[in-house]
């Protein structure tokens, strides 16, 4: 297990919020190896001190429920380097800070725009042999980007393919992991798994939030690259997949890219966008520090999709985001031809005669100045970093698999470049623009 960890973007949002509390989650659970070193490196010129006190902070306002004793492990195994990617030898002489010998995880918790940057200098630092780079998301911007950022990160990994990880932390959420068991032989739902009894499929994920401050980054990506395409298509490869013949990790990630390679859009004129406008306690998004209405950034997206296999010949796919919502609504909707079994599987809500919901999240939790959000996108970010530091790819979306989901998300965001179909508006805390929910 790699126990050096190159956290790249260690002073930024996602570090803070996720993956220092993701750390820390598995430190408590004995999941991370012993001697684990936390190198974090950003642009700002702090010393090993100055990170410790940001580590410990950060863990405060968003792991205060973690014992103390895991969250003080990680501040004493944190140090500080600091990095400028426009100075490839800042990166390599992090890279060597370490102490002792090994393979590196060098995770990239960076804005998309520097991606190409960050992997071009671990590349040329030299990383030990068995390490790692792992990718955040949005995996590019469009089809021919992605496949320029796989090109960049198997010529700086010497093409090894378990060394390269892009990460979908949606994957290792526990309610989509547990997608799988709905299916399983002699459950409740394992006769129902098909087109025959599922007249649709809905994946939602809205939210209440607006873009809290990230305006500059999201203006730049909008609802489908920022949610849609990576981390509601992932969803869908999980519902809608084949079983895999074995449990192998290699026949998991061929079964998910033989559904990608399924999936249409049949209308793009059917697709929806929409961005909100001022509401009574959140200004308009257009209003927001680094927004440049002229973009038409979309903040609300909704895809019709249809998978083209012998199970699925007749289902209705749709999945759905949007930000400043009226209500945090994130599951899974099972819209079925009959009425749904009066007793539902653990995990499953029966919310009307026809029709189920799976909860995609877990509770939050606050209090005494503590944010806590568990057990969904921290304890995904959890299973994301364990996976990086062992070896494995269950949560890591492949090569193929990354450059397959932007081939029917291509079309739309030309479309949608174009003009078609029309931006829509809602008033924020709305339930969003008007048509079929």
Same mark, same amino acid.
């Given at each position: 297990?790699?126990?050096?960890?190159?956290?790249?973007?260690?002073?930024?949002?996602?570090?803070?919020?996720?993956?220092?509390?993701?750390?820390?989650?598995?430190?408590?659970?004995?999941?991370?190896?012993?001697?684990?070193?936390?190198?974090?490196?950003?642009?700002?010129? $702090? /010393?090993?001190?100055?990170? &410790?006190?940001?580590?410990?902070?950060?863990?405060?306002?968003?792991?205060?429920?973690?014992?103390?004793?895991?969250?003080?492990?990680?501040?004493?195994?944190?140090?500080?380097?600091?990095?400028?990617?426009?100075?490839?030898?800042?990166?390599?002489?992090?890279?060597?800070?370490?102490?002792?010998?090994?393979?590196?995880?060098?995770?990239?918790?960076?804005?998309?725009?520097?991606?190409?940057?960050?992997?071009?200098?671990?590349?040329?630092?030299?990383?030990?042999?068995?390490?790692?780079? &792992?990718?955040?998301?949005?995996?590019?911007?469009?089809?021919?980007?992605?496949?320029?950022?796989?090109?960049?990160?198997?010529?700086?990994?010497?093409?090894?393919?378990?060394?390269?990880?892009?990460?979908?932390?949606?994957?290792?959420?526990?309610?989509?992991?547990?997608?799988?068991?709905?299916?399983?032989?002699?459950?409740?739902?394992?006769?129902? $798994?098909?087109?025959?009894?599922?007249?649709?499929?809905?994946?939602?994920?809205?939210?209440?939030?607006?873009?809290?401050?990230?305006?500059?980054?999201?203006?730049?990506?909008?609802?489908?690259?920022?949610?849609?395409?990576?981390?509601?298509?992932?969803?869908?490869?999980?519902?809608?997949?084949?079983?895999?013949?074995?449990?192998?990790?290699?026949?998991?990630?061929?079964?998910?890219?033989?559904?990608?390679?399924?999936?249409?859009?049949?209308?793009?004129?059917?697709?929806?966008?929409?961005?909100?406008?001022?509401?009574?306690?959140?200004?308009?998004?257009?209003?927001?520090?680094?927004?440049?209405?002229?973009?038409?950034?979309?903040?609300?997206?909704?895809?019709?999709?249809?998978? /083209?296999?012998?199970?699925? &010949?007749?289902?209705?796919?749709?999945?759905?985001?949007?930000?400043?919502?009226?209500?945090?609504?994130?599951?899974?909707?099972?819209?079925?031809?009959?009425?749904?079994?009066?007793?539902?599987?653990?995990?499953?809500?029966?919310?009307?005669?026809?029709?189920?919901?799976?909860?995609?999240?877990?509770?939050?939790?606050?209090?005494?100045?503590?944010?806590?959000?568990?057990?969904?996108?921290?304890?995904?970010?959890?299973?994301?970093?364990? /996976?990086?530091?062992?070896?494995?790819?269950?949560?890591?979306?492949?090569?193929?698999?990354?450059?397959?989901? $932007?081939?029917?998300?291509?079309?739309?965001?030309?479309? $949608?470049?174009?003009?078609?179909?029309?931006?829509?508006?809602?008033?924020?805390?709305?339930?969003?623009?008007?048509?079929?929910?």
């Amino acid at each position: 297990m790699i126990s050096r960890l190159l956290l790249l973007g260690a002073t930024g949002d996602l570090a803070g919020r996720f993956l220092l509390p993701a750390l820390a989650e598995s430190l408590a659970a004995g999941r991370l190896p012993a001697g684990l070193q936390l190198l974090g490196a950003a642009e700002q010129d $702090w /010393d090993d001190a100055r990170f &410790a006190e940001h580590v410990a902070t950060r863990l405060r306002e968003h792991a205060g429920d973690l014992p103390a004793t895991a969250r003080q492990a990680l501040v004493d195994a944190a140090r500080y380097r600091r990095v400028d990617l426009a100075e490839p030898d800042t990166v390599a002489a992090a890279v060597t800070a370490f102490t002792g010998t090994g393979p590196v995880a060098g995770y990239l918790a960076l804005p998309p725009v520097l991606f190409p940057a960050a992997v071009r200098a671990l590349g040329a630092a030299g990383l030990p042999p068995g390490s790692r780079i &792992a990718v955040e998301k949005p995996f590019g911007r469009d089809l021919p980007d992605a496949q320029a950022l796989n090109a960049l990160l198997a010529e700086a990994t010497g093409d090894v393919a378990e060394a390269a990880f892009r990460v979908d932390h949606f994957l290792g959420m526990p309610a989509v992991a547990a997608l799988l068991e709905l299916r399983q032989p002699g459950g409740v739902l394992a006769g129902r $798994w098909s087109a025959e009894h599922l007249a649709r499929v809905d994946v939602v994920w809205e939210e209440t939030l607006d873009v809290e401050g990230r305006a500059g980054f999201y203006d730049r990506t909008g609802a489908l690259r920022d949610v849609l395409q990576n981390h509601l298509v992932q969803v869908l490869t999980v519902l809608a997949m084949e079983p895999p013949a074995t449990s192998a990790e290699a026949d998991l990630h061929r079964v998910r890219l033989d559904l990608l390679r399924a999936v249409r859009v049949p209308e793009v004129a059917a697709t929806r966008r929409a961005r909100y406008t001022a509401g009574p306690s959140t200004r308009a998004y257009v209003d927001e520090d680094g927004v440049d209405p002229a973009r038409c950034t979309e903040t609300f997206a909704e895809l019709e999709l249809t998978v /083209d296999t012998p199970r699925w &010949a007749g289902t209705r796919f749709v999945l759905r985001t949007g930000k400043a919502l009226a209500t945090d609504r994130k599951h899974v909707a099972l819209h079925l031809r009959a009425p749904a079994p009066a007793e539902c599987p653990p995990g499953v809500e029966r919310v009307a005669e026809d029709r189920l919901h799976v909860p995609l999240d877990g509770a939050r939790q606050a209090g005494a100045g503590v944010a806590v959000h568990a057990p969904g996108e921290r304890s995904a970010y959890s299973a994301v970093l364990t /996976d990086v530091l062992s070896g494995s790819s269950r949560t890591a979306v492949s090569a193929a698999e990354a450059e397959e989901a $932007w081939r029917f998300v291509d079309p739309v965001l030309r479309a $949608w470049a174009g003009g078609e179909p029309p931006l829509l508006e809602h008033p924020a805390g709305s339930a969003g623009p008007p048509g079929e929910r």
